[in-house]
């Protein structure tokens, strides 16, 4: 049997053992001198038979226990591994993500500020050398943070990917196999199989083993000497016992080459291999961490020049506003040299192009702003001001180009020595070329190289053989040169933003040699100086002709006076309502041709007594549920009857139900009956499915996921399940004119899929209905009208008729019965005293 702590001999073998040498002692003395030494002897050997034997099985039972533990131990320590790889990763995937919601966030500001804010609409156009700068700028702050984004987005990627990798393949829980089981228990009889010493060594006569105690420093010591003196995988290292000493049991002496005989070159201290193989997956995405953080500090470096840049425009060309351009300027400024002060930082002396431009290069805003102060002032136009005027712009497309080299100088990769691993800083290996303006700001945390003093790694030390000294682990990662390739992307985004540089120099050295804006056709213009004194000239007017007023009524619409334009087209209008004033009589009393109309039925039915049913709800078959407000209604199967005669003598009994489950969600708005049940949709925004039809009397209904409304309220609604399942609702919020049109994605969220205006005033509507698929959307008037509006085509709607025979009528909600038919619930009144609801079936219009 296998073999179970014992530590100390059960009463029964202290009986026995005591029992025995009394009897072999008796039977000594009995039978003379010899015979008692023989006994004696005997009896000895007997006792120490049993006492190492009883050693044996608890030496084993401790063994199991102690083999069982370390796997335990070592899974542990493994889990945390598994955090490691969680850890590095999500560094990555956190950082990308974040460049990635920023980019989303700023590629629409960024197309606002070169599209949706274009200059010279409300006004004269600006100076071309100040609109060369701010869309040179502009354009080129989209460059980098689309490049920011995409960078980011590979790296995210591919940062999880290597993390599902590692988790999925490598670093695995060391669970212990069957057959090591085996190998680590022992039975009861592997004691026959013991040296004969060790089988009969007797308690405090032969001396017990002495045990070698280990420490991590003398562990340490005795791994480095083992080390000096060439020691091989499997030769006796100087803390074992001998053999030949004979102090220790064979038995603890095999266990070291049964149970540890594993991988040799592992070791207590040796790096685990997770970190080797993640440094080598690193490669594939940390250049791409690196360049998507260094666009987007330059996608913010151009678009803070360009925002300042557009201000001045705006505050000088169209606002006349000197300090508020100068304010805004300043802000902007600060802000720039702010974010270059922060991530770049100082390098030492001797790199082939050093000029320390980011300290000037958020100035450019306030030269211009003082050019333009200049270019706008009320001095005297003058050779000597338009002098001063090209020389500072001049000196901002000198420091912009300086600006520009100096960004490819900066993003440059180089080879760093390898930083010291201290906590809570950032650390990478020397094997990764980073640029050194930037490696502070990047934040990288690569895997380490080394274990921390006082770490062990037990997993290494399973795989151990007794006296190995460590050595590298047996799983390497994949030989790579550095991943160079982002950045040579960036370097070609790097290139395009000195071309585009280059070209705006040599355009403005063309421009001031040919004269503003010659290159292209000034029709009907004066050229003069400055810029803003040139008249106007709008593309297009509405009658053809091209003159200087801007095609929004002027460039300082908001302070002129009424011109002779304006009191052309007022005189015109005068005119034309003088001369149509008589139209809408003649159209109201002109004959129109009748489209014949079939006359609506009315139903016969046997509604429950203080029952006033609000909504209808048809499947397309010919039953029909005209539903309360306060969870109740009733369930109608509607006769064939095409005609007011045979309609009379068919009457129908309505059979009532109650809702139930529907409880605290607010009075129903809408209704849809399918073949699979009933989809309801309350005031709150709540929505309730009642499953199948009613049974005695009730129906039992279960909630939905609600509309996302906020705290807002419904005024209108209906909801229904399409045939793929998924949920489609039209609404209409409280003191709004139009319909929002919601439905349900793949995970059963709702989404927003379009908007509709409704043809009148919401207020005239008494309720919706949908077809049973959700297909199209009644829409039911107080005065008898019915619209319906095809979702599948929000801008195709059939007109709506009023329902013959309205007069005197509360028309209160309308539904689709199928080939043709429509049912149309109404309600009557004889002074005070309100009806029996009617039920009205009529062909469709």
């Given at each position: 049997q296998v073999c179970c702590p014992a530590a100390s001999p059960p009463p029964t073998e202290a009986i026995r053992y005591g029992l025995s040498a009394a009897m072999m002692h008796a039977a000594a003395v009995a039978g003379g001198p010899l015979a008692s030494v023989a006994g004696t002897a005997t009896g000895v050997a007997y006792g120490a038979f049993k006492y190492n034997r009883m050693n044996y099985l608890y030496d084993q039972a401790q063994r199991f226990t102690r083999y069982t533990q370390g796997y335990s131990f070592a899974i542990e320590q493994t889990g945390q591994y598994r955090e490691d790889i969680h850890d590095l990763t999500e560094l990555t995937v956190?950082?990308?993500?974040?460049?990635?919601?920023?980019?989303?966030?700023?590629?629409?500001?960024?197309?606002?500020?070169?599209?949706?804010?274009?200059?010279?609409?409300?006004?004269?156009?600006?100076?071309?050398?100040?609109?060369g700068l701010h869309y040179g700028n502009a354009c080129i702050a989209c460059m980098y943070l689309i490049l920011s984004m995409w960078l980011s987005l590979h790296a995210s990627a591919r940062a999880k990917a290597g993390s599902v990798t590692m988790l999925t393949r490598s670093v695995r829980l060391p669970i212990p196999t069957p057959q090591q089981l085996d190998k680590a228990r022992e039975v009861g009889n592997s004691f026959e199989k013991v040296r004969m010493t060790d089988m009969f060594r007797i308690p405090f006569v032969i001396p017990a083993p002495k045990e070698v105690v280990v420490t991590d420093s003398t562990e340490a010591a005795e791994t480095e000497k083992g080390k000096s003196k060439g020691a091989s995988a499997g030769k006796p290292s100087a803390k074992k016992i001998r053999a030949s000493d004979r102090r220790m049991p064979k038995w603890f002496q095999d266990e070291g080459s049964e149970l540890y005989s594993g991988t040799p070159g592992a070791g207590a201290t040796a790096l685990p291999e997770h970190f080797d193989l993640y440094r080598g997956l690193q490669e594939e995405w940390w250049a791409h961490d690196v360049y998507a953080r260094i666009a987007l500090l330059y996608f913010f470096s151009h678009w803070l020049q360009a925002c300042g840049l557009y201000t001045q425009c705006h505050a000088f060309g169209e606002l006349r506003a000197i300090w508020v351009a100068w304010a805004a300027s300043i802000v902007f400024t600060a802000a720039h040299y702010c974010i270059l002060k922060v991530d770049i930082c100082s390098e030492p002396q001797g790199r082939p192009y050093h000029a320390p431009v980011e300290k000037i290069a958020p100035f450019i805003t306030m030269i211009c702003c003082l050019g333009m102060s200049f270019e706008y002032s009320i001095i005297e136009p003058s050779s000597g001001m338009k002098t001063i005027i090209y020389v500072l712009a001049w000196i901002c497309y000198g420091i912009q180009l300086a600006w520009a080299i100096r960004l490819y100088d900066l993003a440059e990769p180089r080879q760093q020595p390898e930083p010291e691993d201290l906590p809570g800083l950032a650390w990478w290996p020397k094997e990764w070329f980073l640029p050194p303006s930037f490696c502070h700001a990047l934040y990288l945390v690569g895997a380490p190289k080394k274990l921390q003093p006082g770490q062990t790694c037990l997993t290494q030390e399973m795989k151990m053989s007794r006296g190995a000294a460590p050595a590298v682990p047996v799983q390497q990662p994949r030989p790579s040169q550095p991943q160079l390739f982002p950045w040579k992307i960036f370097r070609g985004a790097l290139f395009v933003m000195l071309s585009v540089w280059f070209l705006m120099t040599i355009g403005r050295i063309a421009e001031q040699a040919n004269g503003e804006r010659y290159f292209l056709k000034q029709e009907g213009r004066m050229m003069r100086w400055p810029s803003h004194m040139q008249p106007w000239m709008t593309p297009w007017t509405r009658l053809g002709s091209r003159n200087e007023w801007a095609h929004t009524g002027g460039s300082d619409r908001r302070l002129q006076e009424e011109d002779e334009l304006r009191r052309k087209v007022v005189g015109t209008a005068e005119r034309l309502i003088a001369a149509l004033a008589n139209l809408?009589?003649?159209?109201?009393?002109?004959?129109?041709?009748?489209?014949?109309?079939?006359?609506?039925?009315?139903?016969?039915?046997?509604?429950?007594?203080?029952?006033?049913?609000?909504?209808?709800?048809?499947?397309?078959?010919?039953?029909?549920?005209?539903?309360?407000?306060?969870?109740?209604?009733?369930?109608?199967?509607?006769?064939?009857?095409?005609?007011?005669?045979?309609?009379?003598?068919?009457?129908?009994?309505?059979?009532?139900?109650?809702?139930?489950?529907?409880?605290?969600l607010g009075e129903l708005l809408g209704a849809t009956l399918g073949s699979t049940g009933l989809v309801l949709l309350t005031s709150s925004g709540s929505l309730a499915e009642c499953s199948g039809r009613p049974r005695e009397g009730r129906w039992s209904c279960s909630q939905l996921s609600a509309l996302p409304l906020a705290s807002q309220r419904l005024r209108l609604g209906v909801a229904a399940r399409q045939a793929m399942g998924r949920l489609r609702a039209a609404i209409v919020f409280e003191e709004e004119d139009s319909i929002a049109l919601f439905e349900t994605a793949e995970d059963g969220e709702w989404q927003p899929t379009g908007e509709v205006e409704l043809p009148f005033p919401s207020r005239s509507v008494s309720s919706f209905s949908m077809q049973s698929k959700g297909e199209s959307v009644l829409i039911s008037t107080t005065d008898g009208r019915v619209l319906e509006l095809a979702l599948e085509d929000a801008k195709q709607q059939r007109p709506g008729r009023r329902t013959a025979g309205a007069l005197g009528l509360e028309w209160r909600a309308a539904c689709s019965l199928g080939d043709g038919r429509m049912a149309h619930l109404a309600a009557g009144s004889e002074g005070d005293v309100a009806l029996e609801p009617l039920l009205f079936t009529s062909a469709r219009a």
């Open positions: 956190s950082k990308q993500d974040l460049f990635h919601c920023l980019g989303v966030i700023f590629v629409v500001i960024t197309f606002q500020l070169i599209m949706a804010g274009r200059l010279g609409v409300h006004g004269p156009i600006m100076p071309g050398w100040l609109l809408p009589d003649s159209l109201e009393n002109s004959e129109k041709p009748e489209v014949p109309v079939a006359a609506p039925v009315l139903q016969h039915v046997g509604w429950p007594s203080m029952q006033e049913p609000q909504l209808l709800a048809c499947d397309g078959q010919g039953q029909l549920a005209a539903l309360t407000r306060a969870r109740a209604g009733a369930s109608v199967r509607l006769s064939t009857a095409t005609n007011a005669t045979d309609a009379a003598s068919a009457k129908t009994l309505a059979k009532h139900f109650e809702l139930q489950g529907i409880d605290g």
